[in-house]
């Protein structure tokens, strides 16, 4: 039987990550006690006197603009200490006009090379060439307002064309430049009381998330009578993904940053700007004849592909000095330094860092490489080396107030694109979860969920404060249930949908939220039955507040499907997943991750309802789709193609699905945690199939080893899946069952009596994994030499199985050949060849004439008639299972060698 958790659907949220855009130097300058004298002079003090403090809302009354020159004064020396911490100013203490901003590179656009080729003197800005989608931003601001994002590549050059847009068009207008995340808020009331204002919003994803811009912000400023607004941002594509349809699932930790962001981003018009230049961009490039850095550009893109854009900020040459520096005795250590510096980028930490944490960080990498063999030159060389501008343009690390430093922006974005990308060392994890402040653990945590790192998402939530509010214990608890213990995660899902229900009502979305998870959690904890109770009440209540097709409302109709099945309730779950999926594809499309999400339940139970040749081919099919529209490393790509060598290896090929999941577990090695759910199931598939192709010593040892990681201390309830959790409870009963396969039936009848009593404590009565523990604890019972007992067993388990799961399933069909073969045992010969032989009908029936349990049963029944007196017909029934075995399982299979000997035994 599969046992995997219920795949995790992405829909209304998405881990990403923020951070605090810091202050560069140059014209925008922190606004000393000179500001008092300075602002008396600006035309509008108000624009400057009307912030409040940082993280607060500014409610300045309407008559604030025509306050005496010395109130404002007054309010101005009162808050200038909170203004560095709010927006960029002018060397003159006001808010800047978009005619000031006359150095593009203060506001995020990428310097060139000063010149070159005999052309000294040109600029770090080189003339900028109109691009192909510029009329497109012209039109959508053309009545002097509204909100365009630009999404591209890094170096695709969205700034610059952001910035030449509005110093074309909006030069009279003030330019607000938030400094942070946490200061676009308070900025909100400056912009509704400028008469005419540009909002940059450069990377525009660092202004969204927890204390960030919402989309009633953004209203608000476009939505003024008095004022015209312009909002323009810029992200990368990348992050831009992570906000769409395509991503995020209901209740996963950041589905409210997530949801806020999209909301945000919907109000935009989105422009996309290519990284590589059409012909006739090339053709504009190339009438700058006068600038041999354009040129050069243009030469380089043509030549390998890269952007114009890249080759002027010179970022493909920089990528080329960063690899190059890890060569002993050049810059190894400048070169760890940098990866340190882009891997913290990756974790969802984009502010700066401290000096002192970058020298920590950056031995990981070092050591990783070779440390000392590599001739490390010495720190102060390797920091001077990094920081250094490649041709007077970007450098490798970019210095912020003098000891603090971040990655060029193009590095981590291709250490992303990498297939697989790299792993974070858990140390950079650590280090920056422990420097990060409560904002920044939050989107540490979110980043590490996204990409599959469970036990440090746990570690950053709670260093973000578990106590802050629902929001982190909510990701918390997600957390905590898809690492492995949803028995815990149920505990503070009940705490969280009692308090929602009380503090905001029973059909509160942040309730239905709870409810749908806490119902999961039940039913991946082992009460299935329970689950799919509390998820029809779910899906009723959605569907009366949301709607039916709403995406939350199918989420919770998909997760009702999975915990009927897993609760034996085979055709009202199929029923059920079949209209989900009709509903899915009809109104999201058929590649839609969320109608993939359906195609893989239904898949998994038809595979664990006995079909799993049938299985097996829909999870191919899957994996294909996965890894086109998600890519091969993606989490559930992985999860996919372990179902699919699981139901493989339960159609018989056992050798085979041994060694996909061998491979499986070097892939989830490269992109998860050692501890995710999906690396410790492939290495539970790799023994059992390893097992099953006739080596159970090895599988036995494997999986102890597996039970011994999982349960950590030793504890039988702590750690990722604790020893009574239900997946490792399946681990356990296959380790005993290969104990005894292996040479020692007393030792796995001893492991299995202490697995019944575990399982009874933790499953429903009509669990299928507490079935098929009582089907092995009664086969050992047989082979532990009281075969009347057995049989006794197995009449009940086939009674249960048959109420609960039908005369069909796996575990109904295991119990009659178990109770069969215990008749024989006994001396009842005829009997259990009768059994038997009804038993093989419908084995072939429902599994086909050659799956292991079906030539299984053959040899039993074969062995049953020869006992039975017709010695004839066994040895003839015999030589076909021979002969089929042998071609399956090749000839020294411990089953072909079983067969042989008996079919000695009758001739």
């Not at 050069?296 to 952007?307: E, L, M, N, W």
């Not at 396969?741 to 399982?759: F, I, N, V, Y």
């Amino acid at each position: 039987m599969a046992t995997p958790a219920p795949e995790r659907e992405k829909e209304d949220q998405q881990p990403h990550g923020g951070g605090v855009m810091a202050w560069r130097a140059g014209w925008f300058a922190s606004v000393g006690a000179g500001v008092v004298r300075l602002v008396a002079a600006v035309a509008r003090p108000v624009l400057v006197a009307v912030l409040g403090p940082p993280g607060a809302a500014v409610a300045a009354p309407a008559g604030a603009a025509v306050a005496s020159g010395g109130q404002a004064l007054d309010r101005v020396a009162a808050r200038q200490q909170a203004l560095p911490g709010l927006l960029r100013i002018s060397r003159r203490g006001r808010v800047p006009t978009v005619a000031d901003a006359r150095d593009p590179i203060w506001l995020g656009v990428h310097p060139a090379p000063p010149g070159g080729g005999g052309a000294a003197g040109l600029g770090r800005v080189p003339a900028f060439i109109d691009r192909d989608m510029m009329p497109q931003v012209e039109a959508a601001l053309s009545a002097g307002e509204g909100f365009v994002l630009l999404i591209g590549e890094s170096t695709a050059g969205k700034s610059r064309l952001a910035y030449e847009v509005m110093r074309k068009h909006f030069a009279r207008y003030h330019l607000i430049v938030p400094d942070s995340r946490e200061s676009a808020v308070p900025l909100v009331d400056l912009v509704v009381r400028t008469r005419r204002s540009v909002v940059w919003l450069d990377e525009l994803d660092v202004f969204l998330g927890v204390g960030g811009l919402t989309a009633g912000h953004v209203q608000r400023m476009l939505g003024s009578e008095d004022s015209s607004v312009v909002i323009l941002a810029t992200m990368s594509a990348q992050q831009h993904g992570k906000f769409g349809a395509r991503s995020g699932a209901d209740n996963e930790p950041g589905f409210d940053v997530l949801r806020s962001g999209r909301e945000v981003i919907r109000l935009a018009t989105t422009v996309r700007v290519d990284r590589t230049w059409s012909a006739a961009e090339i053709a504009r490039a190339e009438r700058h004849t006068e600038d041999p850095r354009i040129r050069a550009a243009v030469k380089g893109a043509g030549r390998d592909g890269h952007g114009v854009a890249e080759y002027l900020a010179a970022a493909p040459q920089l990528l080329d000095e960063w690899h190059n520096a890890w060569s002993p005795g050049t810059h190894p250590r400048a070169a760890a330094l940098v990866t340190a510096a882009a891997d913290a980028r990756r974790t969802g930490f984009h502010q700066p860092l401290p000096q002192e944490v970058l020298l920590r960080l950056h031995e990981v990498y070092l050591e990783r490489r070779g440390g000392t063999a590599l001739r490390p030159e010495p720190w102060e060389e390797a920091l001077t080396w990094a920081t250094e501008p490649l041709h007077a343009t970007s450098s490798l690390l970019l210095p912020h107030d003098g000891d603090r430093f971040q990655a060029f922006d193009y590095l981590h974005h291709t250490l992303d694109e990498q297939v697989p990308p790299p792993r974070i060392p858990d140390t950079v994890w650590e280090t920056l979860i422990g420097h990060a402040n409560a904002t920044g653990a939050l989107d540490i945590g979110t980043t590490a969920y996204q990409r599959g790192d469970l036990s440090h998402a746990m570690a950053a939530f709670e260093k973000a404060g578990l106590g802050r509010g629902r929001l982190p214990r909510q990701w918390y608890a997600t957390c905590v249930g898809e690492a492995g213990n949803p028995a815990r995660a149920v505990e503070l899902y009940g705490e969280l949908v009692t308090e929602s229900t009380g503090e905001l009502g029973p059909d509160a979305r942040e309730t239905l939220e709870n409810r749908n998870a806490y119902a999961r959690y039940v039913g991946m904890a082992g009460r299935p039955a329970e689950a799919a109770d509390l998820l029809r009440d779910v899906v009723a209540d959605r569907a009366r507040v949301l709607g039916a097709g709403h995406s939350h409302t199918l989420n919770s109709r998909n997760n009702l499907a999975l915990f009927l099945g897993e609760s034996g309730r085979i055709g009202p779950a199929l029923a059920e997943f079949e209209t989900v999926l009709a509903d899915r594809t009809r109104l999201l499309g058929a590649d839609h991750p969320h109608t993939l999400s359906t195609r893989y339940g239904r898949a998994y139970l038809l595979g664990d309802a006995g079909r799993p040749a049938h299985a097996a081919r829909l999870f191919e099919s899957l994996v294909a789709d996965r890894t086109r529209t998600q890519g091969p490393y993606h989490p559930y790509t992985l999860n996919n193609r372990r179902h699919h060598a699981h139901f493989l290896g339960e159609a018989g090929h056992a050798a085979q699905a041994a060694e996909l999941f061998e491979e499986l577990i070097q892939d989830c090695l490269q992109v998860l945690d050692p501890d995710h759910p999906d690396t410790v199931a492939a290495r539970h598939g790799h023994a059992r199939f390893l097992g099953e192709s006739g080596d159970p010593a090895r599988a036995a040892a494997l999986l102890t080893a597996l039970l011994a990681d999982a349960n950590g201390d030793g504890a039988r309830d702590s750690g990722t899946h604790g020893s009574r959790s239900p997946v490792a409870l399946v681990w356990r009963r296959y380790r005993a069952f290969f104990t005894g396969e292996a040479g020692d039936p007393d030792q796995a009848a001893r492991l299995l009596d202490e697995l019944l009593t575990d399982s009874r404590a933790v499953l429903d009565d009509g669990h299928p994994h507490l079935f098929a523990i009582r089907a092995a604890h009664a086969r050992s019972t047989s082979r532990r030499g009281r075969p009347q007992e057995a049989v006794e067993l197995y009449e009940r388990l086939v009674d249960d199985c048959r109420s609960a799961l039908g005369d069909d399933h796996p575990h109904t069909l295991a119990a009659r050949s178990g109770h069969a073969r215990g008749l024989g045992a006994v001396g009842r010969a005829a009997e259990a060849a009768d059994l038997l032989e009804i038993l093989v009908q419908d084995r072939t029936r429902i599994l086909g004439d050659d799956h292991p349990a079906t030539l299984g049963s053959r040899n039993a029944h074969a062995r049953c008639v020869g006992e039975a007196g017709d010695r004839a017909r066994a040895a003839r029934l015999l030589r076909q299972i021979l002969q089929d075995r042998v071609r399956h399982l090749g000839e020294e299979h411990s089953w072909t060698l079983r067969t042989r000997q008996e079919l000695a035994g009758f001739q």
